[in-house]
């Protein structure tokens, strides 16, 4: 069985690469960043602080440990304002994604690689004090997990092209997993409004060179009722679309682009609600992994946190904190602050006021 990592695993390598300008430090948790935004520094010498979720209180985040192995990752708590920080599950496999609702945190595990089918989907009470739940097991690379009227939604990305899927679980009552879409192409990203499911599919496979998988333009943006009903294609022949954020209006996304192009189509797009033809937003200098949107604005990474808010929808450099941001920068959002996770050996988490 082959291992061949996937390109949204690897190609985001340039996250670790280069250095920038510091940030001007005004006390031990605030900092003048070079967009001369105040950012607070919630928690620093993290082991590569990965994906985050947040609730009315809380900031949840994943400490990815990967300089130590692959089965010592963390799943953390602390408020929203910083403190203790708590440990809410250990010894986590390959973590990739993370979620909540308010009553649980929920994320993802499995062996980052095409040939893998030991992912899983877990949760635990926000408050910690209980064993970890598994909801599914034998997963097929899981790759993006959300929660909403009352199911837990997941991605496979598939062992080979065109094997991922797209599912759910009914929280509190279904027994077994639905499987949505069967035999999708490299599903790698969710999101959710109050009333649809909002999906990426990266595309099929063109090649593989030095161990890294390459697709081709047909990606796609689909649409789905979250009370049941037709699948709705609202983007097509994207190049490995990667990430995806709903607003009130549009949804946004990222592709990676193809090697076919050398890449020069990577970039943030956006779609109405209803389809259409995409625009592009911004192109993309190779930094993103993260991204979040509600009905005022989307953020997204790419050498510094960007924003693009209003009906022209023009990029602005939103934050900037003057370091390299490693291979796990990650955006979440609520009213009043912008929450992101950057570096790697000294990884923080941080936000800054919208």
């Not at 403190?83 to 945190?105: E, F, K, N, P, W």
């Amino acid at each position: 069985m082959s291992c061949v990592r996937h390109t949204i695993l690897i190609t985001l390598c340039a996250l670790g690469c280069g250095g920038r300008e510091p940030a001007t430090a005004i006390d031990a948790s605030t900092q003048i960043d070079a967009a001369g935004r105040p950012q607070e520094v919630l928690a620093s010498g993290r082991s590569n602080p990965g994906p985050i979720a947040l609730d009315e209180t809380t900031v949840y985040f994943i400490d990815l440990s990967y300089q130590t192995q692959i089965d010592d990752g963390l799943v953390l708590a602390m408020p929203l304002g910083g403190g203790s920080i708590r440990t809410l599950a250990s010894r986590q496999r390959s973590l990739s994604t993370l979620a909540t609702d308010g009553t649980y945190v929920y994320w993802t595990t499995g062996t980052p690689c095409l040939g893998c089918v030991d992912g899983e989907v877990k949760r635990v009470l926000r408050n910690g004090g209980s064993s970890v739940e598994v909801l599914a097991s034998a997963q097929n690379l899981p790759s993006s997990v959300l929660v909403a009227n009352g199911y837990v939604y997941w991605t496979n990305q598939g062992r080979v092209s065109g094997s991922g899927t797209l599912n759910r679980l009914q929280l509190g009552g279904q027994a077994s997993v639905e499987v949505l879409l069967p035999d999708s192409f490299a599903p790698t990203a969710l999101a959710a409004d109050a009333t649809h499911l909002y999906w990426a599919s990266c595309g099929s496979l063109a090649d593989t060179m030095n161990g890294t998988a390459h697709y081709n333009s047909d990606g796609m943006i689909r649409s789905r009722p979250l009370a049941g009903g037709a699948v709705q294609t609202l983007a097509t022949g994207q190049p490995c679309p990667f990430n995806v954020a709903v607003t009130g209006s549009h949804v946004f996304w990222m592709n990676i682009g193809t090697a076919a192009q050398d890449f020069a189509d990577a970039g943030l797009m956006m779609v109405d609600l209803a389809g259409g033809a995409p625009s592009r937003v911004s192109s993309w200098q190779g930094m993103n992994v993260g991204m979040a949107a509600d009905a005022r604005s989307v953020y997204w990474m790419d050498v510094g946190v960007h924003e693009a808010a209003g009906s022209e929808w023009m990029p602005s450099l939103f934050a900037d904190p003057g370091i390299a941001f490693g291979l796990s920068a990650y955006i979440a959002i609520n009213d009043t602050h912008l929450y992101f996770t950057t570096g790697v050996i000294d990884g923080s988490v941080r936000r800054a006021a919208r």
